[in-house]
């Protein structure tokens, strides 16, 4: 029975989880909420979206009239180097999985869906304190309690890696090539910013991604 949603960026980790409980999931939801990204990101989500005939939908937040400060918001430059550099801490969006887990409980409370797939995983927890294992169980718990379904959150990947969770989508055949993870907004990943650098560590030895550099 497809009692799920799931919060879907269109990313490498999220579309994974997407393929492997495409049984479960009635519904993705997706966020435009201002990041440089975002278009290409949304491109890949609708792709897959419409590839497996999952109902998508796309919710419109603007985080930075709310006040809300973050290099993938514009207000400063997005830094190279290593996804768990103390530099990628200004790729931090404050509270957004807070923010799109209540969003998507209210929508799933609405839909009489029981579950929130959420697809953050280890190597998220070193700078992103909204994807540790603590936070997820926490919000699940409000969550539940907060909801006349009982709504949980489910996150599969939180004790796995990036290359962990890759290798899962390439034994689903799945293309990743049609997935996004550079958060420098342009039309090719850059391949020098964090998320380029940990997409390649996951992907090597068949990464089909085009890259800048």
């Given at each position: 029975?497809?009692?799920?949603?799931i919060?879907?960026?269109?990313?490498?980790?999220?579309?994974?989880?997407?393929y492997?409980?495409?049984?479960?999931?009635?519904?993705?939801?997706?966020?435009?909420?201002?990041?440089?990204?975002?278009?290409?990101?949304?491109k890949?989500?609708?792709?897959?979206?419409e590839?497996?005939?999952?109902?998508?939908?796309?919710?419109?937040?603007?985080f930075?009239k709310?006040?809300?400060?973050?290099?993938?918001?514009?207000?400063?430059?997005?830094?190279?180097?290593?996804?768990?550099?103390?530099?990628m801490?200004?790729t931090?969006?404050?509270?957004?999985?807070?923010?799109?887990?209540?969003?998507?409980?209210?929508?799933?409370?609405?839909?009489?869906?029981?579950?929130?797939?959420?697809a953050?995983?280890?190597?998220?927890?070193?700078?992103?304190?909204?994807?540790?294992?603590?936070?997820?169980?926490?919000?699940?718990?409000?969550?539940?309690?907060?909801?006349?379904?009982?709504?949980?959150?489910?996150?599969?990947?939180?004790?796995?890696?990036?290359?962990?969770?890759?290798?899962?989508?390439?034994?689903?055949?799945?293309?990743l090539?049609?997935?996004?993870?550079?958060?420098?907004?342009?039309?090719?990943?850059?391949?020098?910013?964090?998320?380029?650098?940990?997409?390649?560590?996951?992907?090597s030895?068949?990464?089909?991604?085009?890259y800048?550099?």
């Open positions: 029975m497809k009692n799920g949603i919060s879907y960026s269109g990313g490498l980790d999220s579309t994974v989880l997407l492997l409980f495409r049984e479960k999931i009635r519904m993705a939801v997706s966020f435009q909420y201002g990041s440089r990204h975002s278009e290409q990101e949304l890949c989500a609708k792709y897959h979206c590839k497996l005939g999952i109902e998508h939908r796309i919710i419109a937040l603007d930075e709310w006040g809300l400060k973050s290099s993938l918001l514009g207000n400063e430059d997005i830094p190279d180097g290593h996804y768990e550099d103390e530099s801490r200004s931090v969006v404050p509270f957004r999985n807070g923010i799109m887990l209540s969003i998507c409980a209210a929508i799933a409370e609405s839909e009489k869906l029981d579950e929130i797939y959420l953050n995983h280890l190597g998220d927890h070193a700078i992103y304190p909204d994807c540790r294992e603590e936070f997820s169980s926490a919000m699940s718990k409000a969550i539940e309690y907060g909801t006349y379904q009982k709504i949980r959150v489910m996150t599969p990947f939180v004790y796995m890696s990036k290359r962990d969770v890759a290798l899962r989508g390439k034994s689903f055949d799945i293309d090539a049609k997935t996004w993870s550079c958060y420098k907004g342009q039309k090719i990943h850059c391949g020098t910013c964090g998320t380029c650098v940990e997409r390649k560590e996951a992907l030895g068949f990464d089909t991604t085009e800048l550099r």
